[in-house]
């Protein structure tokens, strides 16, 4: 029996700390939702940065490519508020490099989705820092299901 638990504790431990470890490559959208749902989500997270982190005095490094509707909507809008963004430029050879020497705040996010559930979430990195929200799909478009949760 004790040899139960203390494999049952080693197998959780060991799945946490997959969890735990984020690759440049684990950033991003991993979802296929409308471009609308996008904006609506990449607006909610920019209202979120901005009531944490003052626009006119923040910068902030993108961290990896920011190809789908979510980052590029979410970086045009963190402009229009008056942040200063430095996108991730990936390097001739198609391997880019996170900018951890630029000044700023290191950026990156993930959209994810559970299952076929049509609850959508929202993580923001930024430098030590994380925030989260849920959203639930219902008639077309996205909600927020809870609030912003921020991990320090």
């Known amino acids: 029996m004790r040899q139960f638990i203390v494999l049952s504790i080693s197998l959780l431990l060991a799945g946490l700390a997959g ?3 984020t690759t440049p490559s684990s950033y991003g959208n991993f979802t ?3 471009a609308a749902n996008d904006q609506k989500m990449a607006d909610d997270a920019v209202k979120q940065l901005v009531a944490l982190y003052p626009p006119a005095n923040t910068r902030f490094n993108l961290q990896h490519l920011t190809p789908d509707a979510f980052g590029s909507t979410m ?7 008056g942040y200063a963004v ?3 430029k990936p390097e001739p050879a198609g391997q880019g490099k996170p900018l951890a020497d630029a000044p700023g705040l290191p950026l990156s996010y993930i959209l994810d989705q559970a299952g076929g559930s049509g609850l959508y ?3 923001l990195l930024v430098g030590n820092q994380s ?3 849920a959203y639930q799909a219902k008639d077309g478009t996205v909600y927020p299901a809870g609030h912003w949760v921020r991990k320090e």
């Open 121 to 123: 979430r929202v993580t």
């Open 86 to 88: 430095l996108e991730f």
């Open 131 to 133: 925030l989260a929200r």
């Open 32 to 34: 296929q939702s409308v």
């Open 19 to 21: 969890c735990a470890t």
């Open 75 to 81: 970086i045009e809008a963190m402009r229009a508020k």
